[in-house]
Structure formats: C-alpha cells, structure tokens
C-alpha cells in the first residue's frame, strides 16, 4: 500500500495489458554489430509502455537497432567470468561499435528493472575480461528512456545512467520520461520526435523531416 502522496505503481501497472499498437515484432534479439545507434529495452512486457516508447523513439533514428534483452541469456555479474559464454558478449561488441547507446526501462520501485540491472553489472565484464570494448565506450554518448506511474522519474533512477556515462567516459545525454497512460498522446509523441533528434545529433546524423 503507497503511503500518502506516494504513486500507487503496483496497481497502475496491471491496469492495462500489452499494448497493441506497438510494433515490438521489430525489435530483434540478435544485435547487429555496426549499427550507429543501439537501444536495449529490459521491460517485464514486451508489448508494453516502455517498448511503446522505445519505439515512437526509434521510429524517427536510421542505422539504429532496437534490442530486447529481456529476450537474451543475460546472467548476472559472476567474479569468475561463469556467464561468459550467454548473449553479454555481443551486447557489449554491439556498444563499442555503436556512436550512442540508449538504455530504455521502466520504472521498477524507483529504480531500473533488474533484467536491465543484469545488463549494468556485467559492464563490469567490459573492465576485465573485454578490456577493449570497455576502453571503445569513452567519447560515445549514452541515453535512457523511462515510463513509470509517477509525475517524474527519480532521481534514483536517473543517476546511475548518468554515473555510469561518466565512468566510461561517456556523454550522458540525458532522458527521456513518459508516464505510462500518456505515451499516446501528441504531446509525448513530439517529445519521442524531439529525443529521436537528439540522438541522431549525437551519433553525427538528424532525423527525417515531419512528412
Ligand atoms: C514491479 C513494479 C514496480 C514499479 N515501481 C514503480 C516506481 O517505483 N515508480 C513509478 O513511477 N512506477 C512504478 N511502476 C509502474 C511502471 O513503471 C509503469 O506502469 C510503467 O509504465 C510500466 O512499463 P512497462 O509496461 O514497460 O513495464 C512499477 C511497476 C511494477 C510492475
């Protein structure tokens, strides 16, 4: 139960099933490895809010590749390395060779959800077993998108996308909010355009023009 003045996200979340307009059948589980512009989305719904709004996003960005990691192998953090051989590595072959990482998540008790928390530790394997790729990241930029039930996002959500851009060296370029129940309104789907067009000029590219 929410305290007073606290969202109530527990019940807002099964207000809705999947989402019917979002067209997630795009989103592939096998990262192409040059594209300019790479988006993981780790959501518990594959069709929901914040696929949705990944995609109004990515809709607008040529050369982008929009992955669900929810989809991949993705172990958790291990100090031997045991997970090495599941889906990180391409992921983190799929991050050097991109220009603008963006990291999308709902809001999961103020925080990201833990399937995109896996994808977080295992950058650690970027510092150790794939030393390159992690030392590749420095001068890329890095951006999140985020739905959640609450006015705005915390900042215990926010911060370690933006800590972690500065621990590689990283842009952080900042993100981009939706709650739930609005992401189909024009006003949300000018902001995704608006985004979109941030990140094109960050990976050295602009969105097409509104037809
Ligand atoms: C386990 C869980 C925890 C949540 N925690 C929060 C929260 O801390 N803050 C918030 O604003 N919304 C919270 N919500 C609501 C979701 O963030 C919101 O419904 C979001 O749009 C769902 O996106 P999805 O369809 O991609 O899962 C939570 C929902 C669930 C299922």
């Known amino acids: 139960m929410a305290r007073p003045g606290e969202p109530q996200f527990a019940r807002n979340a099964g207000r809705r099933n999947e989402r019917q307009n979002c067209e997630i059948e795009n989103m592939t589980t096998t990262p192409p490895l040059t594209a300019p512009i790479v988006g993981f989305v780790g959501s518990s719904r594959r069709k929901g809010d914040t696929a949705a709004l990944a995609h109004a996003v990515f809709a607008h960005l040529d050369h982008a590749a929009l992955i669900d990691v929810s989809a991949l192998n993705i172990g958790p953090y291990d100090y031997g390395h045991a997970h090495r051989d599941d889906d990180f590595a391409s992921l983190a072959e799929a991050m050097?060779?991109?220009?603008v990482i963006v990291f999308a998540s709902p809001v999961y008790w103020y925080s990201m959800t833990a399937q995109m928390?896996?994808?977080?530790?295992?950058?650690c394997d970027m510092t150790e077993i794939?030393?390159?790729l992690g030392k590749a990241l420095a001068g890329k930029s890095i951006f999140?998108?985020?739905t959640g039930s609450a006015p705005e996002a915390p900042a215990s959500f926010t911060q370690p996308f933006a800590d972690t851009a500065g621990y590689f060296d990283m842009s952080w370029g900042g993100v981009?909010?939706?709650r739930g129940r609005e992401i189909d309104t024009p006003a949300a789907q000018n902001a995704a355009r608006l985004f979109a067009g941030e990140i094109a000029r960050h990976a050295g590219g602009r969105i097409a023009a509104p037809a």
């Open 96 to 99: 050097a060779a991109a220009r």
């Open 117 to 123: 928390k896996a994808v977080f530790d295992r950058l």
């Open 130 to 132: 794939y030393k390159p």
């Open 144 to 146: 999140a998108i985020a």
């Open 176 to 178: 981009l909010y939706v």
